[in-house]
């Protein structure tokens, strides 16, 4: 299995401003993921990382909003644009090796926008 | 579009009895996978069991069971021996072999009681 990092686990921002939250995977992986999970609820997949070439996003979801990069197999930045409190969430990172029917998560990170 | 749906928004359980958590799914496809995942209180999502549409075996990891239906479009985890670490959200999950996308339900919250 992959051992993935995120970066913050936590933060508080106000409404109107960015927040960069980075993932970081011990190998090499095909396929990165973000997902976010509101409160109590199940997981909504936000967009695929492509590296090397723009995200694919999910209805519902558009780059402006969360821009998302993916410079190399092991790293991938989701962007929470001009938040505002609806975007209180817990957004995670999750990795699928090439070859791989098993997706894994990392520990996530809790949003609160005031 | 594949859904999947998890009817028990919780359920109970005393310590070390054995506890059945729902799940069904609507496909037209054939060739599939399902998944269990475990979510604590920690929010770290933990891959529990899977299992692959073409494998007629039920999957089992050590007190983590399946009951696969596939004419029923059912996939039940089974926890045997039920332990206070078990206590957690689980969430089943499709994933189609051509669209790679994973679908969540909506997840069941597991209490047990000592």
């Known amino acids: 299995s992959a051992v993935i990092s995120q970066k913050p686990s936590r933060d508080i921002c106000q409404r109107g401003t960015s927040l960069t939250i980075q993932c970081q995977v011990d190998s090499q992986v095909t396929m990165m993921f973000w997902y976010r999970q509101q409160p109590g609820q199940s997981l909504t997949l936000i967009a695929t990382?492509?590296?090397?070439?723009?995200?694919?996003?999910e209805s519902g979801f558009v780059i402006d909003k969360f821009p998302i990069s993916r410079p190399n197999l092991t790293f991938s930045t989701l962007t929470v644009s001009n938040m505002s409190p609806e975007d209180s969430s817990i957004y995670l990172c999750?990795?699928?090796?090439?070859?791989?029917?098993?997706?894994?998560f990392g520990p996530g990170t809790r949003l609160t926008v005031t | 579009a594949q859904t999947v749906t998890q009817s028990q928004p919780e359920m109970s359980v005393q310590e070390a009895e054995t506890v059945t958590l729902s799940c069904t799914y609507d496909t037209s496809e054939s060739d599939y996978y399902l998944f269990w995942y475990k979510q604590p209180p920690s929010r770290q999502m933990i891959l529990v069991i899977r299992q692959e549409a073409y494998k007629q075996q039920n999957a089992t990891e050590n007190r983590f069971s399946v009951n696969f239906q596939k004419a029923a479009k059912s996939f039940s985890l089974k926890i045997s021996d039920s332990q206070l670490g078990d206590a957690a959200m689980y969430f089943c999950a499709y994933r189609s072999v051509m669209r790679g996308k994973l679908v969540f339900g909506a997840g069941t919250i597991l209490r047990v009681k000592s």
């Open positions: 999750s990795v699928r090796a090439g070859g791989s029917y098993e997706q894994y």
């Open positions: 990382a492509n590296q090397g070439s723009e995200a694919t996003y």
